[in-house]
């Protein structure tokens, strides 16, 4: 009988084992853990609730978020959640299965794409390493637009280079469907990007005639507006130079211009968030990047380089830095770092593997280390936050054990690497799901969710009111509209403990890790109420509420 390693790799040669690889990437990157933790502010909670006004208002065409106008993305992402919520209540899965999905479709795209333009084996290579890789799996298990936009991206940027590489026109009109779906879902983005790779590639091969006759192909840019066009229309029509203004200007032309929100950063920035979004093949990639010059030669390599650059370079220069932002042109890397990972042969794997392992020593020392970093935090929500967070047992041993499996890949030499680095960057897919998201998500996001779903059954239904905070999924889960302004008799708040003090009388409804709810006196109360020990709420809680109006 032949030993265990030759199994694997004859297996792993067969391509069965790939694909139950791909299936548990998906499981694990997109659809584990998928409900099991709150809504995230301030993105989740924001997407989320503007879904939730759609209900409330019985207005599917323009988005709210606590009765204001939304303009900061189109409406399809609000649809397909509309869509998830109706066929499946209000979830936090319902509201970020559209994200999984379409991160699922994405990873399969890819697979699509290399097996037709390579081959299979490099086909289920890049799907599984986009799916294990950290920035996609956060994205891919996200409530907003990130994952859907990347989809879409993907589906046009590939196809044009199947158009140009084939010349039928099925590629053409799927970029441009592609491309429409992606205007409305972040708008010009889904179309610079697209334009701008088929212009440079078209350029460096001195295909400049090529270029201009997709310029000028009639048809897919009819397809393009008849999917993208109603809608902009209808909005312009309803909400006039407010949308043009919010939208186009504010959050396209002004992220490029100012950095919006606070979220700014050097020309640098972009050069560590590469290496920390594609944890744990940071090192596969950048021995990719090494070869960049010999992929170069090449029509596919590039294309795909020339993807990146262009993504890479222009927000590096835009004035607005969001890490997600670097997404938008890392699809191909992953096509050139399966073509390089099928360059490896059988051996030790030690410097392939060494970002897994030093993320997981990492890991195992963080609760120490944040220990010696809180008294230095300064903010008092963040301090209350971290001195919450809870480490049990097992999330030491599940991070020892899977480091002594890293250890163990890093000096066996007869297991295929490839095998070895998929199937550890899936394992920590799965322990980060498990383990570290539910430790955050307790602290962070718990007593938001624990106050919202008090506040929805608070008798009376008094007016919520955030105040010196911005917590959309407060919202979300109290099922109602929340104010943001001084506080006032009667009204029910959302604030951080160390603001109790400016407050006027007041009864503390619910207080844990820096948040708290407490509800205004009145001012002829003859009263006051004793001010109440911190709940614990009881179990996961949901986010149905009696409000009838909440039900789609």
């Known amino acids: 009988m032949s030993p265990p390693s030759t199994r694997l790799a004859a297996a792993l040669a067969s391509e069965r084992l790939l694909y139950l690889l791909l299936a548990l990437a998906l499981f694990t990157g997109f659809f584990y853990q998928l409900d099991a933790v709150p809504l995230f502010d301030l993105d989740e909670g924001a997407f989320s609730q503007a879904t939730r006004e759609m209900f409330l208002r019985d207005d599917f065409l323009s988005t709210y978020l606590n009765g204001q106008p939304r303009y900061d993305k189109p409406i399809l992402i609000y649809w ?7 066929l499946l209540g209000p979830s936090e899965g319902a509201f970020r299965m ?10 399969l795209l890819l697979l699509g794409f290399t097996h037709r333009v390579v081959n299979s084996r490099q086909g289920l290579y890049a799907a599984i390493l986009l799916a294990s890789s950290l920035a996609v799996t956060v994205i891919g298990k996200a409530a907003t637009a990130d994952a859907l936009l990347n989809m879409l991206l993907a589906g046009s940027v590939l196809a044009l280079y199947l158009y140009l590489r084939e010349g039928r026109r099925i590629w053409l009109y799927a970029a441009a469907l592609a491309m429409g779906l992606g205007f409305l879902t972040k708008g010009p983005v889904a179309v610079a990007i697209p334009a701008g790779v088929s ?23 009819m397809l393009f507006l008849i999917i993208a066009a109603p809608w902009y229309l209808l909005q312009f029509l309803r909400e006039g130079d407010g949308f043009l203004q919010g939208f186009f200007l504010r ?51 590039r294309y795909l380089l020339l993807w990146f650059g262009l993504v890479f370079l222009l927000f590096s220069l835009a004035a607005t830095k969001l890490p997600h932002y670097l997404l938008y042109g890392c699809s191909g890397l992953f096509v050139l770092m399966a073509a390089e990972l099928d360059r490896q042969e059988s051996g030790p794997a030690s410097w392939l593997l060494l970002p897994q392992a030093l993320v997981l020593l990492l890991l195992l020392v963080l609760p120490g280390a944040l220990t ?29 054990a899977l480091l002594a499996l890293t250890g163990y890949f890093m000096r066996e030499r007869h297991i295929p690497i490839a095998l070895k680095l998929l199937l550890s960057g899936v394992l920590l897919s799965a322990v980060l799901s498990a383990l570290v998201l539910p430790a955050v998500a307790a602290v962070r996001q718990q007593p938001v969710k624990a106050a919202g779903l008090l506040a929805s059954a608070e008798p009376g239904a008094p007016p919520l009111v955030m105040w010196r905070l911005n ?6 889960y109290s099922g109602r509209i929340v104010e943001r302004r001084e506080p006032r008799p009667g009204d029910l708040v959302l604030t951080r403990q160390t603001a109790l ?52």
């Open 80 to 86: 397909l959640q509309a869509a998830s919520v109706a």
């Open 98 to 107: 559209p994200s999984a999905l379409a991160a699922s479709a994405w990873t």
């Open 199 to 221: 212009l440079l590639y078209c350029a460096s091969r001195g295909e400049w005639r090529v270029w201009l006759g997709l310029l000028a192909e009639g048809r897919a840019w």
């Open 251 to 301: 959050h396209n032309l002004d992220r490029l211009q100012q950095p919006l929100d606070g979220h700014g950063g050097g020309w640098w920035y972009y050069m560590p968030v590469l290496l920390v979004a594609v944890l744990p093949h940071t090192t596969l990639l950048l021995r990719t990047l090494a070869h960049a010059r010999e992929q170069w030669r090449t029509p596919l390599g």
């Open 372 to 400: 010696l970093v809180m008294p230095r935090v300064k903010d008092a929500l963040v301090q209350a936050q971290l001195a919450g967070l809870d480490f049990p047992p097992a999330y030491y041993l599940l991070l020892l």
């Open 471 to 476: 917590l959309p999924s407060f919202s979300v």
């Open 501 to 552: 003090a400016a407050l006027g009388p007041h009864a503390v409804r619910y207080a844990a890790h820096g948040i708290a709810l407490v509800r205004m006196e009145e001012p002829d109360a003859s009263s006051h109420d004793a001010l109440t020990p911190n709940p614990t709420p009881g179990g996961r809680g949901e986010l149905m509420t009696p409000n009838p109006e909440l039900q789609p």
